[in-house]
């Protein structure tokens, strides 16, 4: 039997890859759905207005939801099962006809995209290189933004966003290291100079990978620096990003595994709470919630700071689960 569910402000209803199997009616309050832009890969934001459906989509179709939903203000939504859902449409034409119209939209738009993208040609090395040192001055890893936008004006000095890059820099100057933490290097090692610049590179080359969604040949291109063992630095951060891809690939049992040999190898890993978060993502998306909440809880204890990215996301998982 449908029942109303109440949010607090601030919390998450669902996370894009949940299992769907449930379509909500906002009947109070604010909702914010949040999903990424095919083309450009920025956030999109879509506010739910009251007495409208969401999570219809992605339920009805029997596939991982597509979005984040957010509470933005404290709301309550009527839940309904798929077969619940489905009588409830049965009976009323309006929903059936509100629903193709919602969808309608969203195809066109998606189409769209779709077609902008195929007509596009393959990212050049060089906006490649750019969009990783961008990726990671958007998630507040200053450390790797630094030393991507100097290999990029080092690479193409005249390259049509070397002015960007130089501002970029700039911009990092300015945080200077309140951003981000201790360098990788800090924590887990060092080697000989002389074989760093070339690891460096087949790192980013595979971090590169992973902005444009191509998990499987990150996997094998971080899989191969491990192996050559040629720079300490860039293995021991290569092996939290195959941890990392195979997250992304749903390989939850195997990222489990993965990022327990990080945990024990390098205890002091930079990328240590990211990997106790994904260890945590991973144990929940296995329906195993009780380890997953201790794992929320450990990346808590690591850090007082709200604002850190891994310490907001790991609250907010743990929020969705204890509600």
Do not use: W
């Amino acid at each position: 039997m449908p029942k109303p569910l109440q949010y607090k402000a601030g919390s998450l209803i669902y996370f894009r890859g949940d299992p769907a199997d449930k379509v909500f009616l906002l009947q109070n309050g604010k909702v914010n759905l949040v999903y990424q832009d095919i083309e450009t890969g920025e956030d999109v934001h879509d506010l739910v207005q009251q007495g409208e459906f969401f999570g219809v989509k992605s339920a009805l179709g029997r596939y991982p939801r597509e979005e984040n939903a957010i509470a933005i203000q404290d709301a309550t939504a009527m839940t309904f099962s798929v077969p619940e859902f489905e009588e409830l449409a049965a009976a009323n034409t309006r929903i059936i006809m509100k629903m193709l119209k919602v969808l309608s939209n969203q195809l066109r738009k998606v189409h769209k995209q779709v077609s902008s993208l195929m007509a596009k040609e393959e990212q050049s090395p060089e906006a490649g290189l750019f969009s990783v040192g961008e990726y990671y001055l958007k998630n507040k890893k200053t450390n790797h933004a630094r030393y991507v936008f100097n290999r990029y004006l080092t690479y193409y000095p005249s390259g049509k966003n070397a002015a960007q890059a130089a501002s970029k820099l700039q911009q990092i100057e300015g945080l200077g290291s309140r951003a981000e933490g201790p360098t990788p290097s800090s924590n887990i090692g060092t080697s000989p100079a002389g074989g760093q610049d070339e690891a460096a590179n087949a790192y980013y080359d595979a971090v590169s990978f992973i902005s444009q969604q191509k998990y499987q040949q990150a996997f094998l291109a971080f899989k191969k620096i491990m192996d050559a063992n040629e720079d300490a630095e860039y293995v021991a951060k290569s092996t939290f990003e195959i941890g990392h891809c195979l997250f992304l690939m749903n390989k939850f049992d195997e990222c489990i595994n993965f990022f327990t040999t990080v945990i024990t190898k390098y205890p002091k890993h930079p990328e240590l709470a990211d990997a106790l978060f994904y260890m945590g993502q991973s144990y929940e998306k296995s329906n195993k919630k009780d380890q997953a909440r201790t794992f929320y809880n450990k990346v808590l204890t690591m850090s007082a700071k709200g604002d850190d990215g891994t310490y907001v996301k790991a609250k907010r998982a743990l929020n969705a689960l204890e509600g």
